[in-house]
């Protein structure tokens, strides 16, 4: 029996992060993210909020040492009033996390 995993991992996430190496990438998206016309592999997380989930997975997988950026944002729109305050969460969640972090990569 495993022991201290967040039950926000479904076995069908915690397995695939078991099989992530250097190089692989995660994308946390929301519900409007076009995740089925951009891979075959989809893993849904209906229901929970992406600062919990990314702080349940980076209590288990680190991010990779070997990429100077290995967390992305999607950039905004040039012209996009949108507000995001919550990339300083995210920052600040991962900075808990990875001592080492180099800052995100922005994301056409």
């Known amino acids: 029996m495993l022991k ?3 039950p926000l991992l479904s076995p069908e996430l915690i397995y695939l992060l078991a099989q992530m190496g250097h190089g692989d990438e995660i994308v946390f ?3 409007n993210f076009p995740a089925e016309s951009m891979n075959k592999l989809v893993v849904r997380a ?3 909020g992406i600062p919990e989930l990314l702080t349940a997975v980076l209590a288990l997988l680190p991010l990779d040492q070997y ?3 290995p ?3 999607m950039e905004k ?3 996009d ?3 995001t305050p919550v990339w300083e969460r995210y920052r600040e969640m991962i900075e808990g996390q990875e001592a080492e972090f180099g800052g995100f990569e ?3």
Request: charged fraction near 20%; hydrophobic fraction near 35%; charge should be negative.
């Open 77 to 79: 729109v040039p012209g």
């Open 71 to 73: 967390a992305g944002l």
């Open 4 to 6: 201290n995993i967040s």
């Open 29 to 31: 998206g929301d519900a």
């Open 46 to 48: 209906d229901g929970h």
């Open 81 to 83: 009033p949108a507000e």
């Open 67 to 69: 990429s100077q950026r």
């Open 106 to 108: 922005m994301i056409e």
